[in-house]
Structure formats: structure tokens, C-alpha cells
Nanobody, 120 residues
Framework: QEQLAESGGGLVQGGGSLRLSCAASGRAVSSYSMGWFRQAPGKEREFVAAINWNERITHYAYFVKGRFTIFRDNAKNTVYLQMNSLEPEDTAVYYC?????????????WGQGTQVTVSS
């Protein structure tokens, strides 16, 4: 299986932006659908966004409301999540994963994630 390394999180004020990266190693993920998920303190992990292998199809959770964009660079084996207009409710650890059943079912292994904290 591939190893996934998320990065790009941090502390940002409400209304700000962050770009998360997910670099895959050990195996190319260019032929797979990929997704982003998040887990807030005390809550279940939830789906955020998914993208198919050639970027022609994307799917977002209802709470994204046009604020986030998922995209990928298959040459770099990397998937991104551009997050704009961040809200305190977006505070969570963000994870990427392969999508094994479109559009929201992830594989059953996870990386370390990257912490996103949005202040009000």
C-alpha cells in the first residue's frame, strides 16, 4: 500500500485560507480516486472532498459550500485541498486517503494527518 503524508495545516484566522498537500509514496496513486477527510475533537472522522483519477469528477461534503477545491498533480503523486473562507468549525485534523468506493468510502489505513486550527 502507499504511504500518505499530509502537510500544510496550521493556525489561521477565520476567513483565511490554507492549502493542504497529500504526498503519496511507495506506489503511484494516479489511477485511483483520492479524498480528504477530517476529524474534529470528540467527533467522528467525516468526508470532505473527493476527486477521480483524471480530475474530471469531484464531490464535496455539504458543509464545503464552494469554499474548498480538491485537485491533484499525478506527475507529483500529490493531491491538494485549497481551503478558503475558513470558519472555526473547520478546525480538525485533516487526512487524505484513497477512495475505494466512490465518492466517500476510504481505504482502511490512515496517515498522521495535518492539524488545521481556525480562530474566531
Amino acid at each position: 500500500q502507499e504511504q500518505l503524508a499530509e502537510s500544510g495545516g496550521g493556525l489561521v484566522q477565520g476567513g483565511g485560507s490554507l492549502r493542504l498537500s497529500c504526498a503519496a509514496s511507495g506506489r503511484a496513486v494516479s489511477s485511483y480516486s483520492m479524498g480528504w477527510f477530517r476529524q474534529a475533537p470528540g467527533k467522528e472522522r467525516e468526508f470532505v472532498a473527493a476527486i477521480n483519477w483524471n480530475e474530471r469528477i469531484t464531490h464535496y461534503a455539504y458543509f464545503v459550500k464552494g469554499r474548498f477545491t480538491i485537485f491533484r498533480d499525478n506527475a507529483k503523486n500529490t493531491v491538494y485541498l485549497q481551503m478558503n473562507s475558513l470558519e472555526p468549525e473547520d478546525t480538525a485534523v485533516y487526512y487524505c486517503n484513497r477512495i475505494i468506493s466512490w465518492p466517500t468510502q476510504p481505504a482502511d489505513y490512515w496517515g498522521q494527518g495535518t492539524q488545521v486550527t481556525v480562530s474566531s
